[in-house]
């Protein structure tokens, strides 16, 4: 099994332009998340989708997009990069859904380091 | 204020030492998490634990939810524990949501 895998792992994009990150796991998860990192902040809930066809917003939600394409992709979508923007982006799933602790149980992706110049 | 707070923030060890890296929270929660982060960046699962004490290894984490704190303790450390240890909690009024300490920065040198 590999887990979760992401696409990229590095990009570069200048400000304005479009691009879509992508996160698939073969685990059999119900819920994903999608949390970016920045230096000197906890990681933070960007979407999170409790189950196929389903999104919700996380805690910062501003500037992006999601889909759930099918259980096993969850995917991450810039429609105009912002410098703001530049961070590290985690996709994580669960086996459980979210609520009462358990989504704690979270396996997690190696990243995708974006810059946006 | 964070509602978790990580100490020491950066924290630097001789090989062989015992070391313990707090986290504090200010929310009821339901259960918190130790994750390790490696110098590549992927994140781990450590110990989910919502009472008590867990080990696993060299590796103790126990949690004080009166006290709204756990603890995260390594016995004889070794360079290659070095990475960046977040502790995280799941709020008991917040279905979704997970709050991320900041982290603590570990290097054990040989």
């Known amino acids: 099994n590999a887990g979760v895998t992401q696409t990229p792992k590095f990009q570069v994009l200048k400000t304005g332009q479009s691009m879509t990150l992508q996160c698939a796991q073969d685990?059999?998860?119900?819920?994903m998340y999608w949390y970016r990192q920045d230096p000197g902040m906890g990681l933070r809930l960007i979407y999170y989708?409790?189950?196929?066809?389903?999104?919700d917003k996380g805690e910062v939600p501003n500037g992006y997009n999601v889909s759930r394409l099918n259980k096993r992709e969850f995917s991450l979508r810039l429609e105009s990069a912002a410098p703001s923007q530049t961070s590290v982006y985690f996709c994580?799933?669960?086996?459980?859904?979210?609520?009462?602790?358990?989504?704690?149980?979270?396996?997690f992706g190696p990243g995708t380091r974006l810059t946006v110049t | 204020k964070n509602e978790v707070e990580q100490s020491p923030q950066n924290l630097t060890a001789q090989e062989g030492e015992f070391i313990t890296i707090n986290c504090r929270y200010s929310?009821?929660?339901?259960?918190l998490h130790w994750l390790q982060q490696h110098p590549g960046g992927g994140i781990v699962s450590l110990f989910m634990?919502?009472?008590g004490k867990k080990k696993h290894g060299r590796l103790i984490a126990t949690i004080n939810i009166q006290e709204k704190h756990s603890s995260l303790h390594i016995t004889a450390s070794h360079p290659r524990d070095s990475a960046v240890y977040i502790c995280?909690?799941?709020?008991?009024?917040?279905?979704?949501?997970?709050?991320f300490g900041e982290g603590t920065q570990l290097t054990v040198n040989p």
């Open positions: 995280a909690v799941a709020e008991e009024t917040s279905g979704s949501r997970l709050t």
């Open positions: 994580a799933s669960s086996p459980h859904p979210p609520g009462q602790g358990a989504q704690l149980e979270q396996y």
């Open positions: 989708s409790a189950s196929e066809g389903t999104t």
């Open positions: 685990m059999n998860h119900n819920s």
């Open positions: 634990l919502s009472s």
């Open positions: 929310v009821g929660i339901s259960a």
